[in-house]
């Protein structure tokens, strides 16, 4: 089964806040890392650590989730970053053990 993710990239805690969407969430997170867009959002702001994301099974409601979030206050974006992960750690840093730790918290 293929799944969809929502992610939330961040260049520091509390700063600039990048959402995203994927279905091959350790790929585009080293995209965004090695910059392979230079004139893209991340980049230009340096958006390089994976702090948020979510799991889905198909695209349609990743999508739905994506856009309602794009839409959120700024503080309901911190909210639901610092829920999951209150540190702002880089999650993408020991992706496989990290990436189990948050999943299985959800």
Known sequence: M???YIYIMTNKPNGTIY????????ERIKE??????????????????????????NDKDALIRERQMKKWKREWKIKLIEDMNPSWTDIS???NLNYNKFRNER
């Open 2 to 4: 293929q799944f969809w």
């Open 19 to 26: 959402i995203g969407i994927t279905n091959e969430i350790q």
């Open 32 to 57: 965004h890392k090695l910059k392979i867009r230079p004139k893209s959002f991340t980049a230009k702001y340096n958006c390089d650590k994976l702090v948020y994301f979510e799991e889905y099974s």
């Open 93 to 95: 840093i020991n992706w």
